[in-house]
Structures are given as structure tokens and as C-alpha cells.
Nanobody
Framework: QVRLVESGGGLVQAGGSLRLSCAAS????????MGWFRQVPGKEREFVAAITWSGGSAYYADSVKGRFTISRDNAKNAVYLQMNSLKPEDTAVYYC??????????????????WGQGTQVTVSS
């Protein structure tokens, strides 16, 4: 069992930055991959970024590449999403997910086993 709690969302102007955090508890954090996804009302949850168990490799959706950075601190059981140059189209509820079946990156929502409650990010124009 894994419990995930996101924080750090809020309202920001276009061009601004936010840093999301996700605190994990339960299973050994350093043994599985983590990802960030986002969802807007009426649409499916979409992949944003993912990181391997060690933090050595990361993968990003094209829409955020070069603007967002995912990282993790296994000593603190936490994963982060640094979001820079935010755009109004980044507005969504952001979720962190745990993919406990692998230490490597997957991008499909269905592959993730545990989710946090989400944190709202709103970017004004």
C-alpha cells in the first residue's frame, strides 16, 4: 500500500512558476517509478512527466518539455515537479502516481497503482 499527498498548487500568472511536491508513505519509495499527470474537467487524465526509481532518468510530455522538471528525493520519500514558464493551458488538477510494478518509466495512466488526491494549478492569462 502506498499513500500519496500532493501540495504546492495555486494560482499563478502566465510566465510564472510553481513547484509541486508529493509525499509518499508505505512501500519502500526507492523501489518504484513515480509520475505526474494532470486532468481538466471533461477530459482524460494525461501524462506530464515520470522518473525512474533512482532519479537517473526522466521523461516528459512534449507539451511540457523544456519548462517542467521532475525530480525525487528518496531520503525524504518525495517527488517534485518544478513548473516554469507556465501557460494558461497548463491549468489542471495535478496528480502524482506510483507505479510500483516497475522501477522504470511508463506513461500510461493504467500502469499506475496509487494516486494522490490532486492539487489544483490555475494559470491566469
Amino acid at each position: 500500500q502506498v499513500r500519496l499527498v500532493e501540495s504546492g498548487g495555486g494560482l499563478v500568472q502566465a510566465g510564472g512558476s510553481l513547484r509541486l511536491s508529493c509525499a509518499a508513505s508505505g512501500r519502500t519509495f526507492s523501489r518504484y517509478a513515480m509520475g505526474w499527470f494532470r486532468q481538466v474537467p471533461g477530459k482524460e487524465r494525461e501524462f506530464v512527466a515520470a522518473i525512474t526509481w533512482s532519479g537517473g532518468s526522466a521523461y516528459y510530455a512534449d507539451s511540457v518539455k523544456g519548462r517542467f522538471t521532475i525530480s525525487r528525493d528518496n531520503a525524504k520519500n518525495a517527488v517534485y515537479l518544478q513548473m516554469n514558464s507556465l501557460k494558461p493551458e497548463d491549468t489542471a488538477v495535478y496528480y502524482c502516481g506510483a507505479d510500483v510494478d516497475t522501477a522504470y518509466i511508463r506513461v500510461d495512466v493504467a500502469d499506475y497503482d496509487y494516486w494522490g488526491q490532486g492539487t489544483q494549478v490555475t494559470v491566469s492569462s
